[in-house]
């Protein structure tokens, strides 16, 4: 089982910003496409975001769109979801995949 490992969240205020970080030892993650999903309590788990191997397609769920931002370092085999004007209701788990493998998931909690 291949392991990935999310990084980055944190509370934050409404409006504000943060950076989740995606990463692993194990393989090179610019192999796979790799997609985000989260979770908020009570709820199912929402795809976010996916972006293509070679970071040359990325997708978003309408919720996120032109708020969230993905993109891949390779330099650093890492991969990153930038969220920006957050919402309370973005408030969630968020974990990174490649569809079979996932990470252990960052808390974000969008709270004044």
């Known amino acids: 089982q291949l392991q990935l490992v999310e990084s980055g969240g944190g509370l934050v205020q409404p409006g504000g910003s943060l950076r989740l970080s995606c990463a692993t030892s194990?393989?090179?993650?610019?192999?796979?496409?790799i997609h985000w999903f989260r979770q908020a309590p009570g709820k199912e788990r929402e795809g976010v975001s996916c972006?293509?191997?070679?970071?040359?397609?990325?997708n978003y769920s309408d919720s996120v769109k032109g708020r969230f931002t993905v993109s891949r370092d390779n330099s650093k085999n890492t991969l990153y979801l930038h969220l920006n004007s957050l919402k309370p209701e973005d408030t969630a788990i968020y974990y990174c995949?490649?569809?079979?493998?996932w990470g252990q998931g960052t808390q974000v909690t969008v709270s004044s």
């Open positions: 194990q393989f090179t993650l610019d192999y796979y496409a």
């Open positions: 972006i293509s191997t070679g970071g040359g397609k990325t």
């Open positions: 995949s490649t569809g079979t493998d």
